[in-house]
């Protein structure tokens, strides 16, 4: 296999060598030029000279200079982006000065939407594109991460700030209780955005009302994000080399007690129970354990990507390979990816044109055991970082006597250290996604494409425990092994017939289309309880109970779509969509939905009688349209059982000669009659541009109703039924606001410019569609504790709490009140919400959520000569974080935990003048129920980003262009918020702002170079 691909990849770039050979066979001379544009002071840089017919070309440098050897004959083409194009015939001449002018065509941005582009002054739809420039000085490796604060809707959160963890992406907030995350098209097929290597991006637009996203269909329904890859340009080869490294540090520690104090915290424990102090207290233990220290590292963070692109007026090819590698603040977490990325195009004929992309990933992780899927299953209690915090100070790291030479615990149990560098936790990912396509020009105006994609994700996932003691609570003395490998084949194929024509001030464009999709995914795994050694990670060796599991799913999409667009002088824009999907996941009656939308705007600004000093566009926007979703479990309008389980065989027979026959139970139960979900959207919008677009703004306000929700029903457990039936019960509307405003200048030495944006959107449940119609969730501790809830009439998740009130100061305060019988001086004092005298569930109420009242990011970019600086701020406002992390801090169950430095000050009778509750071994008050006490502001404002660099012009005949910088990401947060980082809201839609003890995020310090020769 693997020889197979360097051949394809050799051939490949034999076929590159090969496009470059143009060269004339002409006596040559040597031609120094240079290129400045009319509307701009001093020279061009990076401007393409290229002579006609053959690839022998070069760039100007940085002051607009060139060089090239060319024949008497020869004839230059000078071209560069947002210019006309200039042939020059070289003649005798050995000296050229050229002047582009501005195109006034190409300075108009295009945008990539649905199956083709269109001008931006054209759209009738809410569409943002990304500043790509502004993404690309963002270090990292994700692209989706990188999204955060750059686009008005779009929200990127961080739900870990563990390497190689996903980022939670929101577009317009959540439009249903189920799936919300966005569809990724990629080069024109659907695909994983996480694989993608930010250096490789050209575009990325995003797709948020219906109109624009209907194109889509059915996974459009929380929006579309497309991402256009570079391609080659016509011109000399370009090298190019972007190289950084960086140190990564956590941005604060968390207060907790040393040795010393954490026995006097003890005694005062127990003494408040009438209770001996524990033995520890008294013991000369010398030891003293910052185990943050122990655990979190300055980690190296390093990536370096290679490219070379070019082409001439039959062909272009971009090729690049990446690298990337950080290590996680946290010892015995990193994560590496290696990319490689193909693009090449062919020009047949003046009416032929095929090309491909080829991206490869692969990617290699090492994780802690935290469970991001599920925010370490609802139970700060399992979160590593919660295990550093509570780790006992009084208990040594190392012991060079032991057998793996971490020390056993005096003081409990536990190695916090020894474990996460024992256990394996590692996945390993490959990632293929390609496609090709054909486009034919059939007549004038109308062209026809086809493309054909398919996306191959394996992955490798091991998680191996070795025999450990580090004492009666902490040990294992039998090693373990589990493994489990997945492949998901993914292939899409799409046919479309494109017409676009010019009628006097009519114009008009239509497309219609047709797709098919199939997805088919296949796990094996297997696991083992005893291995024989520590060293043996094979499940083959063992000798333990074997246990074995699989699945085999496929699901199929089919569809037909249309769009047509028309404008009358540039003024009146129209634009209609319909699509008609097909999906796998519906029963035969229901297996169809239609999706239709239109939208409308009017260019304001060039009606003839409309003249308003200072506007320079003017244009209001209206759509409506429907969209489907079908993101939920395949299969579930069949009734399935369950035979993978030994204990459901029956023995038959009799005694001496019993056979175990298999037995079956039912798991699910059939939703025959589910039908896809669809949200109705109507968005209101306005495009305004001020001082001949030195200024612009965006403004969109859109409201969201989603019917027929697709919702699980509650079942009682006693039932047997593991898999929750869905019905179509549920009702949410989502609304919300959102605008952006740059201002720029870009004459002279100094140039600069300002974009901000901010992002506003809230949720209503009006149905669900069962009993009680709400729910539960937001647990903290062991599944208990539950701290959210979703019902009818609020938000998904609010915070559902018992209010507080202080602390009770004395017993006569206790007994007014009436209502605790087991408080005492010091403990919480809650709050009877409902007046019936008695505290119980009743008394919860709504007290906030963890979505914020509105997002923002502000970008500032300048230049001066060579020089260029970069500010990136990005926060939220509004949103509440309820701090479990706090709360195990907090809470006295035993002897095997540190606390928060917080119980320092907690309440006695001679410290009365405090907010933190008495220490208490027993707790009878229970002082650490949920309640606003451990809610806490998650406002925030982050210096994102802060870069400074120095460019550069041809330093030598080699390099064409160099710049170096310097950077710092995460610089520093403003907020109230006591934990580790306020923006790492978790992955649970259901309990956004619950701090289960999540991988803190970290701050980077950069230095980086670019070069191109």
Not at 115 to 120: F, L, M, N
Not at 156 to 173: D, H
Not at 830 to 859: A, K, M, Q
Not at 977 to 989: A, F, H, L, S
Request: a negative charge.
């Amino acid at each position: 296999m693997k020889k197979n691909i360097l051949k394809t990849l050799g051939s490949v770039l034999l076929v590159l060598i090969l496009i470059q050979l143009g060269l004339p066979a002409q006596a040559q001379s040597l031609i120094k030029g240079t290129v400045t544009a009319s509307d701009e002071e001093g020279g061009l840089p990076g401007v393409s000279i290229l002579e006609k017919g053959t690839s022998n070309g070069t760039v100007t440098d940085f002051d607009g200079n060139f060089s090239l050897n060319v024949g008497s004959e020869a004839t230059l083409v000078i071209s560069y982006i947002g210019y006309t194009t200039q042939d020059v015939t070289v003649g005798n001449q050995t000296s050229i000065s050229v002047v582009l002018d501005p195109d006034v065509e190409t300075l108009e941005e295009i945008v990539v939407i649905g199956y083709g582009t269109q001008k931006k002054a054209e759209l009738s739809s809410a569409v943002s594109s990304v500043d790509v420039d502004n993404l690309q000085k963002l270090p990292g490796a994700n692209v989706a991460g990188m999204l955060q604060g750059q686009v008005a809707g779009v929200t990127s959160t961080t739900g870990s700030g563990a390497p190689g963890s996903a980022p939670v992406i929101r577009v317009r907030g959540m439009g249903t209780i189920g799936n919300n995350d966005p569809l990724f098209v990629i080069d024109g097929i659907p695909g994983d955005i996480s694989s993608i290597n930010p250096n490789d991006i050209e575009s990325i637009n995003v797709l948020k009302d219906a109109a624009a996203a209907t194109i889509y269909g059915s996974r459009a329904s929380n929006g579309v994000v497309v991402v256009t890859t570079k391609r080659g340009k016509v011109g000399p080869p370009v090298v190019s080399l972007n190289a950084y490294m960086g140190v990564s540090s956590i941005n604060k520690k968390i207060d907790v007690l040393n040795r010393d104090q954490n026995n006097q915290v003890s005694t005062a424990a127990f003494a408040a129970e009438g209770l001996d102090p524990l033995p520890y207290t008294t013991l000369p233990i010398t030891t003293d354990t910052d185990w943050q220290d122990e655990m979190f590292r300055n980690g190296v963070e390093q990536k370096y990507d290679l490219g070379i692109s070019g082409g001439n007026e039959f062909a272009n090819y971009n090729f690049s390979i990446g690298f990337y590698d950080k290590e996680g603040t946290i010892i015995a977490s990193d994560y590496n990816r290696y990319n490689l990325r193909m693009n090449v195009d062919f020009k047949l004929s003046d009416r032929i044109t095929i090309g491909q992309t080829i991206s490869y990933a692969r990617s290699e992780r090492n994780r802690l055991g935290e469970d991001e899927s599920s925010d370490n299953g609802g139970n700060a209690g399992l979160s590593p970082v919660l295990q550093i915090l509570e780790s006992m100070p009084h208990n040594a790291v190392y012991d060079p006597n032991s057998p793996n030479g971490y020390a056993e615990a005096v003081v409990s149990s536990g190695n916090v250290v020894g474990l996460n560098n024992l256990i394996t936790d590692k996945s390993t990912v490959d990632n293929l996604q390609a496609n090709i396509y054909l486009e034919a020009k059939i007549i004038e105006g109308l062209k026809f494409r086809t493309r054909f994609g398919v996306n191959m994700y394996s992955e490798d996932q091991v998680y191996h425990v070795p025999t450990y003691t580090f004492g009666p609570q902490s040990a294992n003395d039998k090693a373990s092994l589990w493994e489990l490998r997945s492949k998901t084949s993914e292939w899409v194929w799409n046919n479309v017939l494109d017409y676009s024509k010019t009628f006097g001030d009519h114009t008009v464009s239509a497309l219609v289309g047709v797709s098919a999709e199939e997805r088919v995914y296949k796990s094996t795994g297997g696991s083992n309880n005893e291995l024989p050694s520590n060293k043996l990670m094979a499940l083959s060796a063992g000798i333990g109970d074997a246990n074995s599991f699989g699945s085999n799913v496929t699901r199929t999409i089919s569809s037909a779509f249309g769009q047509f667009n028309y404008s009358y002088g540039d003024k009146y824009l129209i634009q209609a969509s319909i699509r008609r999907d097909g999906s796998s996941r519906f029963g035969e009656d229901n297996r169809y939905g239609v999706f239709p939308s239109v939208s409308l705007g009017w260019r304001v600004s060039s009606e003839d009688f409309f003249n308003v000093p200072g506007i320079s566009n003017l244009k209001p926007r209206f759509s409506i349209g429907k969209l489907g979703n079908q993101n939920i479990d395949d299969y579930l309008f069949l009734a399935r059982v369950s035979s993978n389980n030994s204990a459901l065989n029956y023995p038959l027979g009799g005694e001496a000669s019993q056979v175990p026959n298999i037995g079956t139970i039912s798991r699910t139960l059939a939703s025959y009659d589910i039908k896809w979900e669809e949200s109705t959207t109507r968005n209101f919008g306005l495009d305004l541009g001020l001082l001949e677009d030195q200024v612009t703004l965006t403004f969109d306000y859109f409201h969201t109703e989603t019917s027929d929700m697709l919702v699980g029903v509650p079942v009682p457990a006693t039932s047997g039924i593991t898999v929750t039936p869905v019905t179509n019960g549920g009702q949410l509307v989502n609304k919300g606001w959102e605008m952006a405003v740059t201002y720029k200048k870009v004459k002279g030495d100094f140039q600069y410019n300002i974009t901000g944006n901010i992002t506003s959107n809230n949720n209503e449940v009006t149905q669900l569609g069962f009993a009680d119609e709400s729910f539960t969730n937001g647990h903290v501790i062991y599944d208990t504790h539950p701290t959210t809830r979703t019902e009818v009439g609020r938000s998904i998740g609010e915070f559902y709490l018992f209010k507080t009130d202080g602390l009770f100061q004395n017993q006569g305060e206790i007994d007014a009140h009436g209502i605790q019988p087991n408080a005492q001086p010091g403990d919480i004092k809650f709050v009877d919400v409902n007046d019936d005298g008695e505290l119980n569930d009743d008394d919860r109420t709504y007290v906030g959520s963890g979505i914020p009242d509105f997002e923002y990011g502000l970008t500032f970019n300048a230049s001066y000569k060579n020089f260029d600086f970069s500010l990136f701020f990005q926060g939220s406002q509004g949103n509440q974080v309820y701090n479990g992390t706090k709360v195990f801090l907090y809470r006295r169950q035993g002897d095997d935990k540190n606390f928060s430095a917080d119980l320092l000050n907690a309440w006695t009778p001679s410290n009365t003048n405090t907010s933190v509750p008495r220490v208490s071994m027993l707790d009878a008050n229970q002082n650490i129920r949920p309640s606003d006490y451990f809610m806490e502001n998650g406002s925030y404002l982050r210096l994102k980003n802060v870069q400074l660099g120095y460019s550069f012009g041809e330093i030598t005949k080699m390099f064409s262009s160099a710049r170096v910088y310097v950077a710092a990401e995460n610089l520093f947060t403003i907020t109230g918020y006591d934990g580790y980082d306020p923006g790492n809201t978790g992955y649970q839609q259901f309990s956004r702002g619950v701090d289960v003890g999540l991988y803190p995020l970290s701050r980077n310090l950069i230095m980086g170079v670019q070069l191109k020769f």
